[in-house]
């Protein structure tokens, strides 16, 4: 009888898991081009392009990789710490 709800609380925590995921294929290709485009950003000009590169994204890609990350985007994405 326990091992019946602990199943059926695992599932129920494995589906409120599968419904909130905010991986797809859309945020998987805006994530993947921010990480190429800082990557060049920091290999030819280093912080300060890094610095600048970051500027210029926009708002989409910034809340898509926050909301992916969960940290805030100008404080802690590719901080080089």
Request: glycine share 8%; net charge positive.
């Amino acid at each position: 009888m326990l091992m019946t709800f602990l199943v059926g609380g695992l599932m129920l925590i494995a589906l409120w898991n599968a419904f909130t995921f905010k991986l797809n294929s859309k945020t998987h290709a805006i994530l993947v081009e921010e990480i190429s485009r800082l990557q060049k950003a920091d290999s030819f000009g280093g912080e300060v392009a890094v610095k600048n590169a970051k500027e210029s994204a926009d708002l989409k890609t910034k809340q898509t990789i926050e909301a992916l990350s969960g940290l805030n985007y100008d404080k802690f994405v590719w901080t080089g710490k």
